[in-house]
Antibody, heavy 125, light 111 residues
Framework: QGQLVQSGAEVKEPGASVKVSCKASGYTFTNYWMHWVRQAPGQGFEWMGVINPGGDITAYAQNFHGRVTMTWDTSTTTVYMELSGLKSEDTATYYC??????????????????WGQGTLVTVSS | QSALTQPASVSGSPGQSITISCTGTSSDVGSYSLVSWYQQHPGKAPKLMIYEGTKRSFGVSDRFSASKSGNTASLTISGLQGEDEADYYCCSHAGTTFSWLFGGGTKVTVL
């Protein structure tokens, strides 16, 4: 089934960068892409981007273009998400979530499972 | 792309059935993408409940079921129990390459 374990909470000043890690275990990580999703306090989820297991394909949500970078360290089966130019609005819990997908007839199903436990990033001066 | 539309809150008494709707467009929910549903208790990570539009994830009670009609997907909880009190989110591929949308979330309250 697999497990994702994320790094601990971070407090950053505006303008700084943060790098969150997500270690994958219990499954063949080379078979699955990884997403990052964030949740501001009291709010819903916002998809940030996805990276393939080789680390050579990434796709980022428009809202984060130019500020987010996702990478893989295959030697440690750890994926990283770095967000730069932090603003107070970036205060949120950041989650990694494994991609799953299957073609069902003419439709395609994607779902996120498992999820990491979340990493709270607080941006404050 | 806008978030999918869910009611902010739904409530019911123990034993009752409730339904949470998730409305999108013909490009996402109404397209070739099948919706997934997630449950989140306060302070916890989301938990997959439904995938492939209607299939329950491992260990999820058969009191949870899902369906879709046109641009609206729905999650039904039958025999409502106190442990079902949580936030529920739908998710769909946005119809364009590498883009996913979430609903705004529905808070389920057991009266």
């Amino acid at each position: 089934q697999g497990q994702l374990v994320q790094s601990g909470a971070e407090v950053k000043e505006p303008g700084a960068s943060v790098k969150v890690s997500c270690k994958a275990s219990g499954y063949t990580f080379t078979n699955y892409w990884m997403h990052w999703v964030r949740q501001a306090p009291g709010q819903g989820f916002e998809w940030m981007g996805v990276i393939n297991p080789g680390g050579d394909i990434t796709a980022y949500a428009q809202n984060f273009h130019g500020r987010v970078t996702m990478t893989w360290d295959t030697s440690t089966t750890t994926v990283y998400m770095e967000l730069s130019g932090l603003k107070s609005e970036d205060t949120a819990t950041y989650y990694c979530a494994r991609d799953n997908s299957v073609v069902v007839g003419t439709a395609t199903s994607w779902w996120f499972d498992p999820w990491g436990q979340g990493t709270l990033v607080t941006v404050s001066s | 792309q806008s978030a999918l539309t869910q009611p902010a809150s739904v409530s019911g008494s123990p034993g009752q059935s409730i339904t949470i709707s998730c409305t999108g467009t013909s490009s996402d929910v109404g397209s070739y993408s099948l919706v997934s549903w997630y449950q989140q208790h306060p302070g916890k990570a989301p938990k997959l409940m439904i995938y492939e539009g209607t299939k329950r994830s491992f260990g999820v009670s058969d009191r949870f079921s899902a369906s879709k009609s046109g641009n609206t997907a729905s999650l039904t909880i039958s025999g409502l129990q106190g442990e079902d009190e949580a936030d529920y989110y739908c998710c769909s591929h946005a119809g364009t390459t590498f883009s996913w949308l979430f609903g705004g979330g529905t808070k389920v309250t057991v009266l």
